[in-house]
């Protein structure tokens, strides 16, 4: 059934398996998670079972504003949930839409292997080709040899300095959607709608384009520019939502809906007495309306697609302090403070505690707005391992700023940088209610300085505490944590299905895909996967 059915999703409307008597205003801060519910009757979805789903309760959510359900007209479960709206689960939901790749006819890749396999299977879609043999060969930024393949695609020779179109052309084939949902705490587009707007990409504008949409078209339509072939996050945000209403994809979106578990077992038998095999999912959370009332939700699905990303959980140091009210690990708490006035150029300095990008977008703000820095890092600003070591400086010349402030204003030298001072290879070692922070330097001395504010930009991990385990069993490591740089989910190279787990899948970062350009090839694999299935089944 696809999702321009009619009936199939009215209002959007997923079935709920709770009932909600009443609705009430979220705590003042918003971030207080419900408490985990015994299951009750579906408690055999703890052992490994699972019950058929039943029709919603009548009186379900009487209390919730109408729009915001989330129901579908039939008790049978979803083909498809997707975990995250970001730009690998916007990516998957063109795709499972119906939207179709095939290669143009009169194109010529410029990759002549690539080129010689294409021509190969003319009119056959590249998502009912074999993408192992079409990716093979292919070399570039990325480790996933799928990625790579619809990145070749997509921007055939952008790796050459070029800008040759794209040799894709699609076509919308409603009848090869797949119906689903995509779940997602912010608006379409994720994480970028948390990010400051006026700061630049990392990735040039066209690399953070989605299919059939580049984004400098996009942004000529809105007479916005490009910044050194860089655009701001709040125009890439903007681009996301924008994204999903120009291809028709908003029915399928849920917006302010937070997962908090997700189970899976295999379903008990029916009423006829069959029993389908594969394992089925049951995806438990609350959304949250305009009108702050939280309305529980419980979902069932045959597969589903964890598209989360990575900044869920910001990095912690675990020294002592580190929970203290002036500690923060997000660049907003720095955005707030300025506004409210809390820091200043009067102030004492803040403290910036990191060496990657995250820490360098702080340095910026700060040095924008004249407040004094401290900047504190553990490696040696020479190592090659520094971001800042890794870019052209003719692309990024504010980050190799800040890498020049880094290794020539030590804390013990002359002022070249005033109001800005580095400490490289140091180890903080706790902080104090008063406002200092002890520091061990590389000798193994202790030092001591007075801050206003402290910013712990150390990176972040993906939060699946949703998940049994937190997801730990999923990871390549399973004895090591989850991260998406160094023990991503262990996935099928080809169809993204996760090793350990039959149909969950995992896209983007989880992945190990941590970069927009790329993500979109997690993206094919899934979908192309999904719709082999789907041609399994018997009529």
């Avoid at 801060?29 to 299951?39: C, Y």
């Avoid at 916007?90 to 010689?116: E, F, N």
């Avoid at 078209?217 to 910044?227: F, P, T």
């Avoid at 869920?312 to 690990?329: K, R, W």
Wanted: aromatic share 8%.
């Amino acid at each position: 059934m696809g999702v321009s059915d009619p009936g199939v999703f009215l209002s959007f409307s997923v079935y709920t398996l709770k009932a909600l008597g009443s609705c009430r205003p979220e705590p003042w801060d918003g971030e207080v998670q419900p408490a985990r519910q015994p299951l009750g009757k579906y408690a055999a979805c703890t052992r490994g079972q699972l019950p058929v789903p039943s029709p919603p309760p009548a009186a379900a959510m009487n209390n919730c504003r109408k729009d915001q359900q989330l129901g579908v007209s039939s008790s049978e479960p979803l083909k498809v949930i997707i975990i995250g709206n970001g730009p690998s689960g916007i990516c998957l939901s063109y795709l499972l839409s119906g939207y179709t790749p095939y290669v143009k006819p009169d194109a010529i890749h410029p990759h002549p292997l690539l080129q010689r396999k294409l021509a190969e299977a003319p009119g056959v879609s590249i998502l009912d080709q074999d993408l192992d043999y079409l990716s093979e060969g292919l070399e570039g930024r990325c480790q996933s040899p799928v990625a790579l393949l619809f990145d070749a695609l997509l921007r055939p020779d952008t790796d050459f300095g070029g800008n040759m179109e794209s040799v894709l052309t699609w076509k919308h084939q409603k009848e090869r959607a797949i119906s689903h949902v995509v779940l997602g705490r912010n608006l379409p587009g994720g994480a970028w709608h948390s990010i400051e707007g006026s700061m630049v990409t990392l990735s040039q504008g066209q690399w953070m384009g989605l299919p059939d949409l580049e984004v400098k078209d996009w942004m000529r339509r809105k007479r916005r520019g490009l910044r050194n072939s860089r655009a701001t996050a709040g125009d890439i945000a903007h681009y996301y939502r924008d994204y999903v209403t120009k291809k028709g994809l908003g029915h399928n979106f849920v917006s302010g809906a937070v997962v908090t578990a997700v189970e899976w077992g295999t379903p008990e038998p029916s009423s006829s007495g069959a029993q389908d095999p594969r394992p089925l999912f049951q995806v438990s959370g609350f959304l949250t309306t305009e009108d702050q009332c939280q309305q529980p939700f419980s979902l069932y699905a045959h597969n589903v697609v964890l598209a989360t990303g990575t900044s869920d959980s910001p990095a912690q140091l675990g020294i002592p302090g580190e929970t203290l009210p002036f500690i923060h690990h997000e660049l907003s708490a720095l955005e707030a403070a300025t506004r409210a006035g809390t820091v200043s150029p009067a102030s004492d300095p803040v403290l910036i505690i990191g060496a990657g990008l995250s820490a360098a977008d702080a340095v910026l703000y700060a040095r924008h707005y004249n407040i004094p820095v401290i900047h504190a890092f553990r490696r040696t600003v020479d190592d090659p391992g520094l971001v800042f070591n890794q870019l052209p400086k003719m692309l990024y010349p504010e980050y190799h700023k800040v890498h020049q402030m880094m290794r020539e204003q030590s804390i013990l030298s002359p002022s070249p940088y005033e109001g800005y001072r580095s400490l490289p290879e140091h180890q903080p070692v706790l902080f104090k209610e008063d406002h200092q922070a002890m520091f061990r330097d590389p000798t193994g001395l202790h030092k001591v300085f007075g801050v206003s504010l402290v910013l712990v930009l150390i990176g972040s991990h993906p939060d699946l505490s949703f998940l049994p385990g937190a997801g730990a069993d999923l990871a390549m490591d399973p004895s090591q944590p989850l991260s998406t740089k160094r023990n991503p989910i262990d996935v099928e190279p080809f169809t993204y299905q996760s090793t350990q787990q039959e149909d969950l899948y995992a896209v983007g970062p989880l992945a190990g895909d941590n970069f927009v350009r790329f993500v979109q090839g997690g993206a094919l694999a899934v979908a192309s996967s999904l719709l082999r299935k789907e041609a399994r089944k018997p009529p």
